[in-house]
């Protein structure tokens, strides 16, 4: 079982959605709320809405999360069950390596900033 205590700071990230389900708008479609988080702290390093099909949005988060330490880590963790083929495109393009791992080994990572999510907003409607 993976624990944060097995990593070291910014050496590895995991990319994660905060949502359950898409989060809905009347004017702009759906959105993910993804998140990058440090596996050795659990801090969480950035988090944007990514409509599907927007790299720029990926770009900007990978580049937001490496303004904490002025560099990327060696390794981007995501779970086997999201679907952002522009994160792990992007991530590779920036010479991350990405592992995808299901989603219930990482929960010891992410379980607590996804309950926290899910107690402020709730569903997923913004109108």
Not at 89 to 115: D, S, Y
């Amino acid at each position: 079982m993976l624990h944060p205590s097995q990593f070291e700071i910014n050496a590895t990230w995991i990319a994660f959605k905060l949502n359950d389900a898409p989060i809905e708008t009347a004017a702009d479609g759906d959105f993910e709320l993804i998140a990058i988080m440090d596996a050795a702290s659990c801090f969480i390093l950035s988090s944007g809405l990514v409509p599907a099909g927007q790299a720029m949005e990926v770009k900007r988060l990978l580049k937001q999360a490496s303004a904490h330490k002025k560099k990327l880590p060696k390794m981007l963790y995501v779970p086997t069950e999201l679907t952002a083929p522009n994160l792990k495109v992007e991530a590779e393009r920036q010479k991350l390596t990405v592992v995808g791992i299901p989603e219930v080994q990482l929960l010891v990572f992410i379980g607590e900033a996804r309950e926290g999510f899910k107690e402020r907003v709730g569903g997923g409607s913004f109108q």
